[in-house]
Protein backbone atom coordinates (compact mmCIF):
# COMPACT_ATOMS: atom_id res chain seq x y z
CA UNK A 1 0.00 0.00 0.00
CA UNK A 2 1.49 3.20 -0.88
CA UNK A 3 0.71 6.55 1.31
CA UNK A 4 -2.11 7.63 -1.23
CA UNK A 5 -3.78 4.56 -2.77
CA UNK A 6 -6.67 4.46 -4.77
CA UNK A 7 -5.44 0.86 -5.54
CA UNK A 8 -8.15 -0.87 -3.57
CA UNK A 9 -10.75 -2.53 -6.65
CA UNK A 10 -14.56 -2.34 -6.26
CA UNK A 11 -15.49 -5.93 -6.34
CA UNK A 12 -19.29 -4.99 -5.34
CA UNK A 13 -21.54 -1.74 -5.05
CA UNK A 14 -24.62 -2.11 -3.95
CA UNK A 15 -27.40 1.19 -3.06
CA UNK A 16 -29.91 1.16 -0.31
CA UNK A 17 -31.31 3.86 1.96
CA UNK A 18 -28.57 5.14 4.75
CA UNK A 19 -26.79 2.07 5.43
CA UNK A 20 -25.27 1.89 8.68
CA UNK A 21 -23.59 -1.78 9.82
CA UNK A 22 -21.97 -3.71 7.35
CA UNK A 23 -20.50 -7.13 8.76
CA UNK A 24 -18.60 -10.17 7.42
CA UNK A 25 -19.62 -13.14 9.30
CA UNK A 26 -17.08 -14.98 10.49
CA UNK A 27 -16.11 -17.59 7.72
CA UNK A 28 -16.42 -14.24 5.35
CA UNK A 29 -18.26 -16.22 2.88
CA UNK A 30 -21.15 -13.78 3.43
CA UNK A 31 -21.44 -10.05 4.99
CA UNK A 32 -24.80 -8.79 5.64
CA UNK A 33 -25.85 -5.02 6.31
CA UNK A 34 -28.85 -2.50 7.88
CA UNK A 35 -29.81 0.50 7.85
CA UNK A 36 -32.79 3.29 7.48
CA UNK A 37 -35.28 1.25 5.46
CA UNK A 38 -34.85 -1.23 8.10
CA UNK A 39 -34.19 -4.61 5.31
CA UNK A 40 -31.61 -6.92 6.72
CA UNK A 41 -29.37 -8.24 3.87
CA UNK A 42 -27.01 -10.94 3.00
CA UNK A 43 -24.50 -10.54 0.37
CA UNK A 44 -22.12 -13.49 -1.02
CA UNK A 45 -18.69 -12.10 -0.74
CA UNK A 46 -17.58 -14.12 -3.86
CA UNK A 47 -19.60 -12.48 -6.68
CA UNK A 48 -21.87 -9.43 -4.60
CA UNK A 49 -24.69 -11.09 -5.50
CA UNK A 50 -27.70 -10.65 -2.66
CA UNK A 51 -28.21 -13.99 -0.92
CA UNK A 52 -31.79 -13.18 0.72
CA UNK A 53 -32.88 -9.69 2.67
CA UNK A 54 -35.38 -9.83 5.60
CA UNK A 55 -38.87 -8.49 4.84
CA UNK A 56 -39.35 -4.98 5.99
CA UNK A 57 -39.86 -5.10 9.48
CA UNK A 58 -42.62 -2.92 11.73
CA UNK A 59 -40.45 -0.51 13.35
CA UNK A 60 -40.49 3.02 13.21
CA UNK A 61 -36.74 3.48 13.39
CA UNK A 62 -33.65 2.23 11.25
CA UNK A 63 -31.78 -0.80 11.95
CA UNK A 64 -28.44 -0.06 13.57
CA UNK A 65 -26.39 -3.25 14.38
CA UNK A 66 -26.46 -6.62 13.30
CA UNK A 67 -24.52 -9.43 14.52
CA UNK A 68 -25.25 -13.28 13.57
CA UNK A 69 -23.84 -16.48 15.69
CA UNK A 70 -20.82 -18.32 14.87
CA UNK A 71 -22.56 -21.31 13.13
CA UNK A 72 -24.41 -19.05 10.93
CA UNK A 73 -27.78 -19.88 11.92
CA UNK A 74 -28.83 -17.36 14.08
CA UNK A 75 -29.01 -13.34 13.88
CA UNK A 76 -29.77 -10.55 16.26
CA UNK A 77 -30.74 -6.57 14.89
CA UNK A 78 -30.87 -3.53 17.06
CA UNK A 79 -32.41 -0.11 16.70
CA UNK A 80 -34.26 2.86 17.41
CA UNK A 81 -37.40 1.04 18.67
CA UNK A 82 -35.55 -0.15 21.98
CA UNK A 83 -35.91 -3.49 21.11
CA UNK A 84 -33.24 -6.74 19.71
CA UNK A 85 -34.87 -8.63 17.75
CA UNK A 86 -33.80 -13.00 17.40
CA UNK A 87 -33.60 -14.08 13.97
CA UNK A 88 -33.39 -18.07 12.55
CA UNK A 89 -31.06 -17.26 9.40
CA UNK A 90 -32.48 -20.18 7.23
CA UNK A 91 -36.31 -19.13 7.82
CA UNK A 92 -36.01 -15.68 8.17
CA UNK A 93 -38.56 -15.95 10.82
CA UNK A 94 -38.32 -13.75 14.22
CA UNK A 95 -37.59 -16.08 16.78
CA UNK A 96 -38.40 -13.29 19.17
CA UNK A 97 -38.19 -9.93 20.47
CA UNK A 98 -36.39 -8.68 23.74
CA UNK A 99 -37.96 -5.58 24.90
CA UNK A 100 -37.16 -3.48 28.39
CA UNK A 101 -34.32 -1.20 26.98
CA UNK A 102 -34.62 2.32 28.38
CA UNK A 103 -33.32 3.92 25.28
CA UNK A 104 -32.57 3.21 21.53
CA UNK A 105 -29.99 0.49 20.61
CA UNK A 106 -27.11 0.83 19.14
CA UNK A 107 -25.05 -2.28 19.50
CA UNK A 108 -25.56 -6.05 19.78
CA UNK A 109 -23.52 -9.33 19.98
CA UNK A 110 -23.62 -13.12 20.51
CA UNK A 111 -21.44 -14.67 23.14
CA UNK A 112 -18.86 -17.56 21.31
CA UNK A 113 -21.62 -20.03 21.80
CA UNK A 114 -24.63 -17.73 20.24
CA UNK A 115 -26.57 -18.82 23.39
CA UNK A 116 -26.47 -14.95 24.91
CA UNK A 117 -27.22 -11.50 22.95
CA UNK A 118 -25.15 -8.64 24.56
CA UNK A 119 -27.01 -5.16 23.45
CA UNK A 120 -25.93 -1.41 24.35
CA UNK A 121 -28.18 1.23 25.35
CA UNK A 122 -28.16 3.41 28.16
CA UNK A 123 -26.77 -0.22 29.89
CA UNK A 124 -24.62 -3.55 28.83
CA UNK A 125 -27.65 -5.67 28.71
CA UNK A 126 -27.32 -9.58 28.60
CA UNK A 127 -30.25 -11.40 27.19
CA UNK A 128 -31.04 -15.73 27.26
CA UNK A 129 -31.78 -16.96 23.93
CA UNK A 130 -32.82 -20.28 25.37
CA UNK A 131 -35.15 -19.00 27.86
CA UNK A 132 -38.36 -17.28 27.64
CA UNK A 133 -37.70 -14.86 30.59
CA UNK A 134 -38.75 -11.15 29.46
CA UNK A 135 -36.13 -9.81 31.73
CA UNK A 136 -32.31 -9.51 30.70
CA UNK A 137 -29.95 -11.91 33.00
CA UNK A 138 -27.53 -8.94 33.24
CA UNK A 139 -27.41 -5.27 33.34
CA UNK A 140 -24.07 -3.48 33.70
CA UNK A 141 -25.21 -0.22 34.15
CA UNK A 142 -21.96 1.95 34.79
CA UNK A 143 -22.53 4.46 32.16
CA UNK A 144 -23.22 8.14 31.89
CA UNK A 145 -24.22 8.42 28.52
CA UNK A 146 -25.13 5.78 25.47
CA UNK A 147 -23.08 2.56 25.03
CA UNK A 148 -22.05 3.12 21.25
CA UNK A 149 -20.43 -0.53 20.63
CA UNK A 150 -19.70 -3.42 21.96
CA UNK A 151 -16.98 -6.36 21.55
CA UNK A 152 -17.49 -9.95 23.53
CA UNK A 153 -15.42 -12.20 24.07
CA UNK A 154 -16.04 -15.79 25.93
CA UNK A 155 -16.04 -14.25 29.55
CA UNK A 156 -15.15 -10.66 28.20
CA UNK A 157 -17.51 -7.88 27.47
CA UNK A 158 -15.87 -4.65 26.24
CA UNK A 159 -18.55 -1.29 25.27
CA UNK A 160 -17.69 1.88 24.19
CA UNK A 161 -20.26 4.73 24.93
CA UNK A 162 -20.67 8.06 24.68
CA UNK A 163 -19.17 8.97 27.80
CA UNK A 164 -16.20 8.71 26.74
CA UNK A 165 -15.18 5.41 28.16
CA UNK A 166 -14.34 2.27 27.23
CA UNK A 167 -15.68 -0.59 29.77
CA UNK A 168 -14.40 -4.45 30.40
CA UNK A 169 -16.67 -6.25 32.40
CA UNK A 170 -15.12 -9.84 33.72
CA UNK A 171 -17.77 -11.70 33.98
CA UNK A 172 -15.47 -15.00 35.64
CA UNK A 173 -14.52 -13.04 38.92
CA UNK A 174 -17.42 -9.85 38.16
CA UNK A 175 -14.58 -7.28 37.51
CA UNK A 176 -14.57 -4.30 35.50
CA UNK A 177 -11.59 -1.95 34.05
CA UNK A 178 -12.39 1.62 33.22
CA UNK A 179 -10.39 3.92 30.84
CA UNK A 180 -11.81 7.43 29.85
CA UNK A 181 -10.63 8.62 26.67
CA UNK A 182 -11.59 11.92 27.09
CA UNK A 183 -13.79 12.41 24.18
CA UNK A 184 -17.13 10.60 22.95
CA UNK A 185 -16.54 6.84 21.39
CA UNK A 186 -18.35 6.05 18.92
CA UNK A 187 -17.03 2.54 17.75
CA UNK A 188 -14.30 0.23 19.15
CA UNK A 189 -13.27 -2.85 17.51
CA UNK A 190 -10.81 -5.79 18.82
CA UNK A 191 -7.52 -7.04 17.08
CA UNK A 192 -7.42 -10.73 15.93
CA UNK A 193 -4.91 -10.96 18.24
CA UNK A 194 -6.95 -10.41 21.08
CA UNK A 195 -4.65 -7.61 22.56
CA UNK A 196 -5.71 -4.17 21.18
CA UNK A 197 -8.85 -2.39 20.55
CA UNK A 198 -9.34 0.28 18.30
CA UNK A 199 -11.47 3.15 19.23
CA UNK A 200 -13.25 5.92 16.95
CA UNK A 201 -13.62 9.12 19.09
CA UNK A 202 -15.70 12.49 17.95
CA UNK A 203 -12.29 14.62 18.05
CA UNK A 204 -11.29 13.11 14.84
CA UNK A 205 -8.89 10.60 15.88
CA UNK A 206 -8.73 6.95 16.12
CA UNK A 207 -6.99 5.61 19.81
CA UNK A 208 -5.62 2.33 20.17
CA UNK A 209 -5.48 0.75 23.33
CA UNK A 210 -3.54 -2.19 24.67
CA UNK A 211 -5.66 -4.51 26.76
CA UNK A 212 -4.41 -6.88 29.34
CA UNK A 213 -6.12 -8.86 31.72
CA UNK A 214 -5.83 -6.72 34.64
CA UNK A 215 -5.13 -3.14 32.78
CA UNK A 216 -6.19 -1.42 29.79
CA UNK A 217 -3.20 1.35 28.63
CA UNK A 218 -3.36 3.71 25.63
CA UNK A 219 -1.26 2.98 22.83
CA UNK A 220 -1.12 5.36 19.64
CA UNK A 221 -3.39 7.44 18.09
CA UNK A 222 -4.20 7.51 14.39
CA UNK A 223 -5.35 11.24 12.50
CA UNK A 224 -6.25 12.57 9.49
CA UNK A 225 -9.47 12.10 8.91
CA UNK A 226 -12.76 13.69 10.24
CA UNK A 227 -15.43 12.84 12.77
CA UNK A 228 -17.04 15.75 14.57
CA UNK A 229 -20.73 15.14 14.38
CA UNK A 230 -21.44 12.10 12.82
CA UNK A 231 -23.61 9.09 14.64
CA UNK A 232 -21.75 6.35 13.59
CA UNK A 233 -18.19 6.40 12.00
CA UNK A 234 -16.82 2.79 11.48
CA UNK A 235 -13.23 1.29 13.02
CA UNK A 236 -11.49 -1.90 12.47
CA UNK A 237 -7.97 -3.96 12.11
CA UNK A 238 -6.25 -5.56 9.13
CA UNK A 239 -7.04 -9.36 9.40
CA UNK A 240 -3.11 -9.19 10.58
CA UNK A 241 -3.82 -6.41 13.12
CA UNK A 242 -0.95 -4.69 11.29
CA UNK A 243 -2.91 -1.40 10.46
CA UNK A 244 -5.88 0.11 11.50
CA UNK A 245 -8.71 0.92 9.29
CA UNK A 246 -11.35 3.48 9.54
CA UNK A 247 -13.81 5.92 7.93
CA UNK A 248 -14.32 9.28 7.95
CA UNK A 249 -16.93 11.88 7.43
CA UNK A 250 -16.06 13.38 4.06
CA UNK A 251 -16.44 9.94 2.80
CA UNK A 252 -12.91 8.75 2.87
CA UNK A 253 -11.04 5.77 4.31
CA UNK A 254 -8.36 5.63 6.17
CA UNK A 255 -5.72 2.89 6.54
CA UNK A 256 -2.51 3.25 8.84
CA UNK A 257 0.56 1.73 9.88
CA UNK A 258 -0.65 0.41 13.27
CA UNK A 259 2.98 1.23 14.63
CA UNK A 260 4.33 3.92 12.76
CA UNK A 261 0.42 5.61 13.07
CA UNK A 262 1.25 6.98 9.00
CA UNK A 263 -1.47 6.73 7.05
CA UNK A 264 -0.61 4.40 4.23
CA UNK A 265 -3.76 4.54 2.09
CA UNK A 266 -6.53 6.96 1.79
CA UNK A 267 -9.06 5.39 -0.64
CA UNK A 268 -12.01 7.52 -2.06
CA UNK A 269 -14.91 5.26 -1.15
CA UNK A 270 -18.02 7.11 -0.72
CA UNK A 271 -19.88 10.73 -0.61
CA UNK A 272 -20.88 10.88 3.03
CA UNK A 273 -20.29 9.97 6.49
CA UNK A 274 -18.24 5.98 5.86
CA UNK A 275 -20.80 4.60 8.81
CA UNK A 276 -19.28 1.05 9.31
CA UNK A 277 -15.57 -0.36 7.43
CA UNK A 278 -15.35 -4.27 8.10
CA UNK A 279 -12.20 -6.17 6.85
CA UNK A 280 -12.43 -9.81 6.24
CA UNK A 281 -10.91 -12.66 8.16
CA UNK A 282 -8.62 -14.59 5.82
CA UNK A 283 -8.62 -12.46 2.88
CA UNK A 284 -7.12 -8.72 1.62
CA UNK A 285 -11.09 -7.30 1.05
CA UNK A 286 -13.32 -5.09 3.15
CA UNK A 287 -16.49 -3.75 2.96
CA UNK A 288 -17.99 -0.56 3.67
CA UNK A 289 -21.41 1.31 4.30
CA UNK A 290 -22.30 4.82 4.14
CA UNK A 291 -24.83 7.42 4.69
CA UNK A 292 -24.85 7.93 1.16
CA UNK A 293 -27.16 4.27 0.96
CA UNK A 294 -23.94 2.90 -0.99
CA UNK A 295 -22.18 -0.46 0.13
CA UNK A 296 -18.76 -1.23 -1.27
CA UNK A 297 -17.06 -4.56 -0.87
CA UNK A 298 -13.18 -3.74 -1.96
CA UNK A 299 -10.00 -6.00 -2.95
CA UNK A 300 -6.66 -4.95 -1.81
CA UNK A 301 -4.66 -5.73 -5.70
CA UNK A 302 -1.46 -6.00 -3.58
Not at 34 to 40: N, P
Not at 62 to 86: A, N, P
Not at 269 to 289: E, G, I, L, Q
Amino acid sequence: MDSTSSKWEVMVEARAAAVLTARFNGSGNFFFTGGEDRVIRLWDTRNGNLLTSFPELELEHEIRDVCITKDDSKLSSCGGDEQVLYWDLSTQCLVRKFGGHNDEVNAVKFNESGSVIASGDSCVRLWDCRSHTSQPIQIFDTFNNSVTSLYVRTTEIFAGSLDGSVQKFDLRNKTRLFFDLGSPVKCISMGNTGTCIVASRLDSTFQLLHVKPRSIRKGGTYKGHTCESSKVLGCCFTKDTTHVVGGSEDGRIFIWDLVSKKVVSKIDAHSSAVTSVDYHPTDDCMVSASMDGSVVLWKDPM
